[in-house]
């Protein structure tokens, strides 16, 4: 890639909904732009960062959602939500990127871990992430409740 990316949060509505198509790529149920940025406006409330790659250009290639939180287990943390790379640049070292700059943020802030959930059928990213640093701890267990599955951006 012959191209310098840039790294910076987006937090204006305007840039969400810029930074929709490549988001979809990584979670096909987003229905559309004007939903996203009402979902991207909540979260942002509930402590979620939009960080964004971006070339000379100013396209957006690449995403990482995170929040800073703090459990009994972790302590204080930074929880990676989203990272996605448009998929004709994957495997171009833009998520290593990414997920390079959140890693420094959280130890930035005085963070005790980094902690990111990825699902079981998901190989390569499983061997992304463990290329990258990051060991499995645990399983992620979900039970989807009756009525509010679909809450997104009410």
Request: no cysteine; charged share 15%.
């Given at each position: 890639m012959n191209t310098s990316i840039t790294l910076a949060h987006l937090d204006t509505p305007d840039d969400w909904a810029r930074a929709f198509g490549v988001m979809k790529e990584?979670?096909?149920h987003l229905t559309d732009a004007d939903t996203f940025r009402t979902q991207m406006r909540r979260q942002r409330e509930e402590g979620y960062r939009l960080l964004a790659a971006r070339d000379d250009d100013d396209?957006?290639?690449?995403?990482?959602?995170?929040?800073?939180?703090?459990?009994?287990?972790?302590?204080r943390f930074v929880y990676l939500d989203d990272l996605v790379v448009?998929?004709?640049l994957q495997r171009s070292g833009i998520g290593a990127?990414?997920?390079?700059k959140v890693r420094e943020i959280a130890?930035?802030?005085r963070c005790a871990h980094f902690v990111l959930d990825t699902g079981l059928h998901m190989?390569?990213?499983?061997?992304?992430?463990?290329?990258?640093?990051?060991?499995?701890k645990?399983?992620?267990?979900?039970?989807?409740?009756?009525?509010?599955?679909?809450?997104?951006?009410?």
């Open positions: 990584l979670r096909p396209t957006i290639l690449g995403l990482a959602g995170y929040r800073t939180q703090t459990n009994t287990l972790y302590g448009t998929a004709r990127q990414l997920l390079d130890r930035h802030s190989a390569l990213a499983q061997r992304f992430y463990y290329r990258n640093g990051l060991l499995a645990g399983m992620h267990f979900v039970e989807p409740l009756a009525g509010h599955g679909k809450e997104t951006a009410q």
